[in-house]
């Protein structure tokens, strides 16, 4: 039985603290499965979601898990099939081409666009402030701390960082739209 295992049998149990040490193990590897849907749906909406209903998953005594690291395969299961089905509603899901097909020319990055990176700068400046401060702390630190360092040095709990991230993502968005920037563009 792997540690994974023994905390999801402990929060079967009813023990709070092991549900809580379960979700610190598993929510790096369910955000890390979610890279491929990073640029159609909001990856920590997914990971909360997933998160939620394995809680539901663990207080309903019915259901049963067999196997090593099976809440974990099951969470990760559950999280890219999550983001599957959003990315089919907000019709953002892209269908790579067949293995037959030719190898397209990779085409050069854009220039800069000093006039884009004007409208982020001003739109940043209009993000409330907990929700900026995260943002721009994940943008400096996401590859050296991590999440919950992040969150740990600007004084949130995780959820309320991941939540702040969702926040500023959204205004941003909103932002850049009334300032007529194609975002369909950016992200494709």
């Avoid at 997914?46 to 259901?63: G, H, N, Y």
């Avoid at 739109?123 to 409330?128: M, N, P, S």
């Avoid at 850049?176 to 369909?184: A, C, I, T």
Wanted: proline share 6%; net charge positive; charged share 25%.
């Amino acid at each position: 039985m792997t540690e994974v295992d023994e905390y999801f049998a402990a929060a079967r149990r009813g023990d709070l603290a092991a549900f809580t040490g379960w979700m610190g193990r598993v929510e790096r590897p369910i955000r890390l499965s979610l890279a491929p849907f990073a640029r159609a749906v909001d990856v920590e909406g997914i990971v909360q979601e997933t998160l939620l209903r394995m809680w539901i998953f663990v207080t309903s005594p019915d259901r049963t898990l067999v196997g090593d690291d099976a809440s974990l395969r099951f969470a990760i299961g559950m999280a890219r099939n999550l983001a599957r089905n959003e990315a089919r509603r907000t019709q953002r899901e892209h269908h790579l081409p067949p293995d037959e097909l030719p190898d397209l020319p990779v085409q050069p990055e854009p220039a800069s666009d000093p006039s884009l990176r004007r409208a982020i700068a001003h739109c940043l400046k209009r993000i409330a402030t907990r929700p900026r401060e995260a943002l721009l702390a994940r943008l400096a630190m996401q590859h050296t701390v991590g999440d919950r360092g992040i969150a740990r040095s600007l004084g949130m709990t995780v959820n309320a960082f991941l939540q702040n991230i969702v926040r500023a993502r959204l205004q941003l968005t909103r932002c850049l739209e009334k300032q007529g920037v194609p975002l369909e563009e950016i992200r494709a």
